[in-house]
């Protein structure tokens, strides 16, 4: 064999170890597409941690109109409820300005969702989302799928932060 095993070390030698610690840490920082690095664009060590509060807020439009009827007696009775689809999502950092971190209430996550479907109403009056804003044709916004920001806030939610907001049950 041209390579000569005396060169690299033995599986029992000192420069054994050392490849095998140096092969440990080219594993440990080969990235993948859900790795925080690449879906969040900043190292794990700039991203809040276990314990760290984040506040989020999302914004969704419709994707099917609300089916109603009315009965003789004037109620209302809803027969099939609006579909929604997340069109936003913004996350602040809540970590201490004492931190050396310095990020209280910065956004790290600001994504608009690419609808995988037709838009019916973009709720404006709650949402603040206007026509075009998810369309990638014309949107001034920086646009992302769904699965991207679900993988964010699933790091989120795996590393231990703890979300603060309004209607968290949505």
């Not at 809040?48 to 099917?64: H, M, N, R, T, Y």
């Not at 971190?101 to 009056?125: A, C, M």
């Not at 679900?150 to 989120?156: A, E, I, T």
């Amino acid at each position: 064999s041209p390579l000569k095993p005396q060169l690299f070390g033995s599986k029992h030698g000192k420069a054994g170890r050392r490849s095998a610690a140096a092969s440990a840490i080219v594993q440990e920082a080969q990235l993948t597409m859900a790795s925080p690095e690449v879906i969040f664009g900043r190292s794990r060590d700039r991203l809040p941690g276990k314990g760290d509060l984040v506040a989020i807020d999302c914004e969704f439009v419709a994707l099917s109109p609300e089916i109603v009827t009315f009965q003789p007696n004037g109620r209302r009775v809803v027969k099939e409820p609006m579909r929604l689809g997340l069109g936003r999502v913004s996350v602040l950092d809540g970590r201490s300005r004492g931190s050396h971190h310095n990020q209280e209430g910065k956004h790290f996550i600001d994504d608009y969702i690419i609808s995988p479907e037709p838009i019916v109403d973009f709720l404006t009056r709650f949402s603040g989302l206007r026509v075009g804003d998810l369309d990638p044709s014309v949107s001034p916004h920086h646009l992302v799928p769904l699965k991207i920001v679900y993988l964010k806030l699933r790091h989120l939610v795996d590393v231990g932060c703890i979300f603060v907001g309004h209607g968290l049950t949505n």
